[in-house]
């Protein structure tokens, strides 16, 4: 049975491609166009009734039950779970890499969409300098956190490092904003960010879901 995946190469999009490719589960993709209002029709609000990407339907669930999920964190965990796979090497990495799951759906995606969003609108400087001065502090933390080892959490790539990595590669090919927030500096989170950006399953998570404007 596959995995029906509906979503589009947004950040958060494209997290969940990138560990359905990494955890090699069948699974088919259905593109919803955000710009044109997809996510708000009859169709998806069924699925989600907060009209937000992504969602997957598993057809076999815990039990063998269909199961319909959304949050990309909720979906990430649920993924690495049911295939023990992308959790560390043992309970105390799996709480770790939990923990910076929860980091990046609090901190990153906020503050980098808000950055990206308000510098695309060319608001003024007083309402962008908060989120790039916060988005400097969150490279900052990420960058002594992978002084410490390969991926986020030890030299194993997990879910952790999946949520985190659009992110961060949305500011250069969506916003443009890596040489504004100066990024090239933190020399740490650009040798992880070369290692995401070069795995097949990041270059395939770009085009399963593309973003259609």
């Not at 919803?32 to 598993?58: H, L, M, S, T, Y």
């Not at 799996?94 to 695309?120: C, D, M, R």
């Not at 030890?154 to 916003?175: C, E, F, K, M, R």
Request: glycine share 6%; proline share 5%.
């Amino acid at each position: 049975m596959a995995i029906d995946l509906y979503s589009m190469a947004t950040p958060n999009g494209q997290k969940i491609a990138i560990a359905l490719e990494e955890l090699q589960l069948q699974y088919s993709p259905h593109s919803v166009n955000i710009f044109k209002g997809e996510q708000r029709e009859a169709w998806f609000r069924a699925i989600n009734p907060n009209c937000k990407i992504p969602v997957i339907v598993d057809d076999d669930g815990p039990d063998g039950e269909t199961i319909t999920l959304y949050e990309s964190g909720a979906i990430l965990l649920y993924l690495a779970e049911k295939c023990g796979a992308l959790l560390g090497g043992n309970d105390f990495e799996a709480a770790e890499i939990k923990k910076w799951l929860f980091w990046q759906a609090a901190n990153v995606g906020p503050t980098f969409g808000k950055y990206g969003h308000f510098s695309s609108e060319d608001a003024s400087p007083d309402i962008i300098e908060p989120f790039r001065r916060d988005a400097r502090k969150l490279c900052a933390v990420l960058d002594d956190q992978l002084a410490k080892s390969n991926f986020v959490i030890g030299d194993q790539y997990s879910i952790a490092d999946i949520a985190i990595y659009p992110w961060v590669d949305v500011l250069d090919w969506g916003y443009q904003l890596h040489q504004d927030l100066g990024i090239d500096k933190y020399s740490h989170l650009m040798r992880w960010y070369q290692q995401c950006l070069e795995r097949p399953s990041s270059i395939k998570a770009r085009v399963v879901t593309p973003i259609v404007r």
